[in-house]
């Protein structure tokens, strides 16, 4: 049952994630790293990696909350608004990050956290196992996309390093989470379509 007042509140949600600033209770990582010179080519591309990562963050926004409006159980409900609540913080570090190397963030993030949002109440209308099962697969394959990004990122951009590096473990933690409450393991073609969909997200958002 949804009431009212639980609408508002995750409308609500929608809107500060979409189109105001985030804050993050931990400190940035990486935050009392000496900002390295870069050359203008360098800096335009790790604008462009932190982008992603950053539209990364709205659509986790997004899954969670659409997961935990279908979730049945309430300590998994718990669960995923706890980790939620974390990537609000990864969502603040990215943003930060961005404009501090003088870029933007996606201008499709509505269209985005709109799709999130589907997937997540789907997900969580199949039942928790592949709720869990959902975010699980999520998590790694967002950790093995950070792990690239490490890679990618220049080699003096030791800031944007760091955020990368620590939003990777959290996301190792997220998904550990969800093996222990008993995420079930995705079928071969829905863990295919899933990084096909990620593809297309991190192409177009490193641009746009």
């Given at each position: ?70 979730s049945r159980d309430p ?92 939003m990777r473990l959290d ?38």
């Amino acid at each position: 049952m949804f009431s009212i007042d639980r609408l508002i509140v995750e409308f609500d949600r929608a809107l500060r994630t979409v189109f105001a600033s985030s804050s993050s209770a931990r400190p940035v990582p990486g935050g009392d790293l000496p900002e390295e010179a870069l050359s203008d080519e360098e800096r335009r591309h790790a604008v462009g990696l932190m982008r992603i990562n950053h539209c990364g963050e709205i659509c986790a926004q997004a899954l969670y909350q659409g997961q935990s409006l279908t979730s049945r159980d309430p300590l998994v409900r718990e669960a995923l608004m706890s980790a939620a609540h974390e990537e609000v913080e990864h969502l603040a570090w990215t943003e930060m990050r961005i404009a501090e190397l003088g870029g933007r963030t996606t201008l499709l993030a509505p269209f985005w956290y709109a799709g999130a949002l589907s997937m997540g109440v789907f997900a969580g209308v199949l039942g928790d196992r592949w709720n869990l099962g959902f975010l699980a697969e999520t998590e790694r394959q967002v950790e093995a996309h950070l792990g690239g990004h490490l890679m990618l990122l220049p080699a003096g951009d030791v800031r944007s390093k760091a955020v990368v590096e620590q939003m990777r473990l959290d996301e190792m933690q997220h998904a550990e989470m969800a093996v222990r409450f008993g995420a079930a393991k995705l079928p071969g073609g829905v863990r295919l379509a899933m990084k096909l969909a990620a593809k297309v997200m991190t192409t177009t958002a490193y641009r746009l």
